[in-house]
């Protein structure tokens, strides 16, 4: 019998969740929930501690951000864009981006790449 890749991981499946729940905050840090990892698409859920951040960084795939709870600053290039619960951008392929924690954020980050 062979045994099927597991596509999404770390969360069981035929089950309700609330995004909220799937990822916690914690002091000091940003947490974060691996849900699929492939050639083609990466779908992650983090959660960010206040004043945390990811620096300036391109990537070569499309990246979807959903703000579950809180509020981030998002810099696309030159662009600053503060996000709240329940808004969505898309950062394009190649161009700088960066992430800020104005207040405690959670969010899910779809990044999707080309063949």
Not at 46 to 64: C, Q, T, V
Not at 65 to 73: H, K, L, M, N, S
Request: hydrophobic share 45%; aromatic share 8%; charged share 25%.
């Amino acid at each position: 019998m062979e045994v099927k890749k597991q596509l999404i991981k770390n969360i069981n499946k035929s089950e309700i969740y609330n995004l909220k729940e799937l990822v916690d905050y914690r002091e000091g840090i940003i947490e974060s929930r691996t849900l699929s990892q492939g050639k083609n698409l990466s779908i992650t859920l983090f959660a960010f501690d206040k004043n945390e951040e990811i620096s300036a960084h391109s990537s070569p795939g499309e990246a979807f951000v959903y703000i579950i709870d809180g509020e981030a600053e998002i810099i696309i290039g030159e662009k600053k864009f503060c996000l709240k619960e329940g808004q969505t951008i898309i950062m394009p392929a190649g161009i700088p981006h960066a992430l800020f924690a104005v207040e405690r954020f959670k969010m899910l980050l779809i990044v999707v790449f080309e063949n």
